[in-house]
């Protein structure tokens, strides 16, 4: 028999933010059944995981050799990413840029948008920017679309229904600018107004705000979407640091491992972040003043999810060369940074990390979220799970740190591909420096992508490439990166923003032989009277698919959000591996408005739409 | 016998000077001069074997980490085969972490039994890596008493902050909260000296003749009470800038701080003579000069320092009580009390 605490379902009390509450609630996190926690690491302990040697290379039993093939070209997604010249000479040059799966035209075809940086930062001060692109899938064929005529430089994009009328729209964020792009009628995304206050934009003097990654989410549970903005670096386009930071006898040379490199973003000062109050309609207000925490970190990736459990949305930011940020809310929609409590801002070495992208997953199915941060070169790509306080850093015990090390990775997912069951780790991979290629520099500009499975009873075992067509196999340098089932088969694929190359679509093939359920979560179509109300998208809703029986009862959680990897937003939809399990035995909702939702048993290999309230509103067999 | 100290010393310095430059992210630079002062290919090895008592373990050790950040892992361990030693064993264990191989470096840094100590003690990598081992193996409690260990002894190392956000999260785990925040607070202080540390360090080696960066490095030096270290530094810097007054003025503060008192008071004489706008320099000596009874002197000072308008407030306010003092020394009981009167006026503002 399943038993779920009820302690997610009661109504949700407002607390101070202190380290001890938090800790306790982190104590009474969702019980969701087994595999038992303990048994499962004391077979990982008997098979040697602690303190063994580096992930294995394996091809999986039953995938087959074309894994993950590109096939972005051949479906019409022609789009070259632009980001400045081939040397860097500036920061901006080399974070690539985010993508987005989303749903234009409410026709459930994914379509495809890509954030766009110019030529050179001349063209864009000249006020020839760049604008989005935009490509509208019919039934996993893409055709460029018109833009949403932007000028600028885009990194991030966000998505979700930003004024509750039921399609799902755009954030752009850029350097200097912020805009939100409400979904028309007939699917066209119009911008609204700049979001960003007067003397940060790019048309003012100085260095204008670099709006880096965007999440959205529902902080206070009002059921308007809300935003939470990452912020990186002064960086004044007129006068790009060149060479050294400060003057003199007293400059600090721009360098690394000896080479001249582009300056940041050590020496260069962080910029805070942004929290943006929805409201309803696709406006937003500035209440910032709702992060309490010391200082600001360099922003480059955000994640919203529930890392306590307790029913509301928390908040982790990887930051790059400052510790990393883990927001907690106390309820209502203020919060308070328990980075360094829970084990989040720093490495297992004490030091704070380059953060570049950010993923949420229950990788060792035990009821809690885990995070993967991926990080600089020399720098392992980090495996937290979720404890009973906090996390656990897993990085060596899953064996992470000899592989990831010589890679800088981006874009990061932890995803179900294979439809096995257990999440695997993918990571977008390339360095930030094209002198990465001189010798003695330990690593390289292009570097392949990653596909690390993730059996929480073994060490990890790295997908191999054996086809040249797999996204596995090329050395590139890739960045933003969005997962989204886009040929309607129910196995999620990965779009990928490559830094100054062609887009790439890796089509999943693997583990067609394994059952899939598919689940979107929405909230009612018109609010409740009385908050707390879940958005109408969805967003921020819990879901706990359960599997199997008795000893063999175990379940798989998963939220739904789309802000995750670098700079991107991923389709909406929950995907579900189940093995060779031909039903599920519940499935359990528990969504923002603190209401819940118990749904019994079902069938394998279908695609389901749940709204509050109503249950499964629309269901179809993949 | 001579020219064996003279290779000796050559070498010591070249250690150190690999070792600054590995701290500064300059491994390349190591790893190329490495190749030619040691031999990389198994030829030119075995030609340098007959010189081989020349390549200290040290010079190997150093070697073979800039080796390893270049990810030449092999060309790593050959140079770690060619020497024996401390700085092998843990230069050894180093490359064991990155491969995680957490338990083999445990045993190359730990002696056998409970609790976990160090072997080589003596130097500030033999405490940090087992440490580091340990964390990553989720066993940082162990490590505790290590950690602390190594900020009492090597403060000032460059793995002191990351050794005390450690110690930050042990306390977490345990608990300890209160702990947790002076631990923090500890690791960014030093991680703020460090961050300063190296960039001074850096601007030296770009510009080994300007006298500002080595001025920098000194100061960070008396802030930790390192006396002895900003002496070196500032005999460097005056050998290369004999008339960089600030130079003189901060010899002084450091001789002080070591006791050698007529050092301080010919340092501060030196930069006074240099520039007589030395304010600090000039209170500095009329207090010692105070202290031993030389109080036309001290008066003399004093004076000067009275009339200026920064004397009116903190830290040159007390320029008006010793010049009472001075003048109270002197016999002069009138002027004593007024300007122990304007003191006491001006503390009140």
């Known amino acids: 028999m399943l038993k779920l605490s009820k302690e997610i379902t009661g109504p949700k009390r407002y607390r101070r933010p202190l380290l001890v509450p938090m800790v306790r609630r982190m104590g009474r996190r969702i019980l969701v059944a087994l595999p038992n926690r303990v048994n499962a690491l004391a077979l990982f302990l008997a098979l040697g995981g602690v303190l063994g040697a580096s992930c294995g290379q394996k091809t999986p039993p039953g995938a087959p050799q074309e894994g993950l093939p590109d096939e972005a070209a051949k479906r019409g997604l022609v789009h070259v990413n632009r980001s400045g010249g081939s040397k860097k000479r500036a920061i901006l040059e080399a974070g690539g840029a985010g993508v987005a799966l989303l749903d234009l035209h409410s026709d459930g075809d994914l379509d495809a948008i890509f954030a766009q940086g110019c030529d050179s930062l001349e063209e864009l001060l000249a006020g020839d920017g760049a604008d989005l692109a935009v490509f509208a899938s019919d039934d996993g064929q893409f055709t460029e679309l018109q833009g949403p005529k932007l000028s600028g430089w885009w990194t991030g994009l966000a998505t979700g229904d930003l004024d509750s009328d039921g399609d799902v729209d755009l954030v752009a964020a850029g350097f200097g600018s912020l805009r939100v792009l409400l979904q028309a009628e007939d699917g066209a995304l119009l911008p609204g107004p700049e979001l960003l206050p007067e003397g940060a934009r790019l048309s003012d003097s100085g260095a204008p705000a670099w709006c880096t990654s965007v999440a959205t989410l529902d902080v206070d549970r009002d059921g308007n979407l809300d935003l939470y903005v990452g912020c990186y670096l002064d960086l004044d386009p007129r006068a790009i640091p060149a060479g050294a930071l400060g003057e003199g006898a007293l400059a600090v040379p721009c360098r690394w491992k000896g080479l001249d490199v582009y300056c940041g973003p050590r020496g260069l000062r962080a910029q805070p972040d942004l929290l943006l109050m929805g409201n309803g309609d696709g406006s937003f207000r500035d209440e910032s003043q709702r992060l309490s925490g010391e200082g600001a970190g360099y922003t480059l990736s955000v994640l919203p999810f529930d890392a306590d459990g307790d029913g509301d949305t928390d908040i982790a930011v990887a930051c790059d060369s400052s510790p990393n940020r883990l927001w907690i809310s106390d309820g209502s929609g203020s919060f308070s940074d328990f980075g360094y409590e829970a084990g989040f801002a720093l490495s297992m070495d004490g030091q704070a990390e380059a953060g570049m992208g950010l993923a949420a997953g229950d990788v060792d199915r035990d009821g809690r979220l885990d995070l993967a941060v991926t990080n600089f070169s020399e720098e392992p790509t980090r495996l937290l799970l979720g404890a009973p306080v906090g996390f656990t850093d897993a990085t060596y015990r899953y064996g992470l740190n000899a592989e990831s090390r010589p890679l800088l990775s981006w874009g990061a997912h932890l995803i179900d591909l294979d439809g096995d069951g257990f999440l695997e780790l993918f990571t977008t991979n390339g360095h930030v420096y094209p002198e990465a290629d001189e010798e003695l520099t330990g690593t390289s500009y292009h570097q392949p992508d990653t596909l690390w499975r993730l059996d929480p009873s073994t060490r990890c075992e790295r997908f191999e490439a054996r086809a040249a067509s797999s996204i596995l196999s090329l050395p590139r340098g890739t960045r933003g990166s969005a997962v989204g089932d886009v040929d309607g088969d129910g196995r999620p694929e990965l779009l990928i923003s490559a830094i100054d190359g062609a887009a790439i679509l890796g089509m999943n093939r693997l583990g067609q032989e394994n059952k899939r359920l598919c689940v979107r979560l929405l909230g009612p179509q018109s609010p409740t009277e009385r908050a707390p109300r879940t958005p109408r998208d969805g967003t921020g809703a819990r879901c706990v698919l359960v599997l199997g029986e008795g000893a063999q009862q175990h379940a798989l959680l998963s939220e739904s959000f789309t802000a995750e990897g670098y700079q991107s937003a991923s389709s909406p939809w929950l995907h579900f591996g189940l093995g060779e399990r031909a039903s599920y035995t519940a499935l359990r909702i528990t969504w923002p408005s603190g209401q819940t939702e118990e749904l019994g048993s079902g069938s394998a290999n279908r695609r389901l739409w749940v709204r509050e309230g109503e249950g499964i509103i629309r269901e179809e067999a993949l | ?349």
Not at chain 2, 15 to 27: K, T
Not at chain 2, 217 to 222: F, K, M, R, V
Not at chain 2, 296 to 302: H, I, Q, R, T, Y
């Open chain 2, 1 to 349: 016998m001579k020219a064996l100290l003279i290779i000796a010393l050559f070498q010591a310095q070249q250690a150190e000077r690999w070792e600054e430059l590995i701290e500064l992210g300059l491994h390349r630079q190591v790893l190329k001069e490495a190749h030619t002062s040691l031999g990389a290919d198994d030829a030119k090895a075995e030609h340098l074997a007959k010189t081989e008592h020349l390549a200290k373990a040290e010079h190997l050790a150093l070697a073979a980490r800039a080796a390893a950040s270049a990810g030449q892992l092999e060309l790593a361990e050959r140079w770690l085969e060619r020497g024996e030693g401390p700085a092998i064993e843990l230069e050894r264990a180093r490359l064991l972490l990155h491969q995680d191989k957490l338990e083999q470096a445990l045993a190359l840094t730990l002696k056998p039994g409970e609790p976990p100590h160090p072997k080589y003690p003596e130097r500030a990598d033999g405490w940090m890596l087992p440490c580091r081992a340990l964390s990553r193996a989720g066993e940082l409690e162990r490590a505790r008493p290590m950690l602390e260990a190594l900020v009492t002894r090597f403060p000032q190392d460059d793995e002191a902050p990351a050794a005390l956000h450690l110690l930050a999260q042990a306390a977490i785990t345990g608990g300890d909260l209160e702990g947790a925040r002076s631990w923090r607070e500890r690791a960014l202080s030093s991680a703020r000296w460090r961050a300063l540390f190296d960039a001074r360090r850096t601007q030296a080696l770009e510009n080994p003749q300007d006298p500002l960066p080595r001025l920098g490095l000194a100061a960070l030096w008396l802030e930790v009470d390192r006396a002895e270290e900003a002496l070196g530094v500032l005999d460097e810097l005056l050998k290369l800038s004999p008339r960089f007054t600030r130079g003189h003025a901060l010899r002084g503060d450091a001789l002080r701080a070591l006791g050698d008192l007529d050092g301080s008071l010919s340092s501060w004489s030196e930069a006074l003579k240099l520039d007589p706008e030395l304010h600090a320099a000039r209170y500095n000596r009329a207090v010692l000069l105070i202290g031993r009874e030389r109080w036309e002197e001290a008066k003399a000072d004093l004076t000067l320092l009275v009339e200026l308008e920064q004397a009116q407030r903190p830290p040159l306010l007390d320029a008006h009580k010793h010049l009472a003092a001075a003048l109270e020394g002197l016999g002069d009981v009138e002027g004593a009390r007024s300007a122990r009167a304007r003191h006491e006026k001006l503390q009140k503002k």
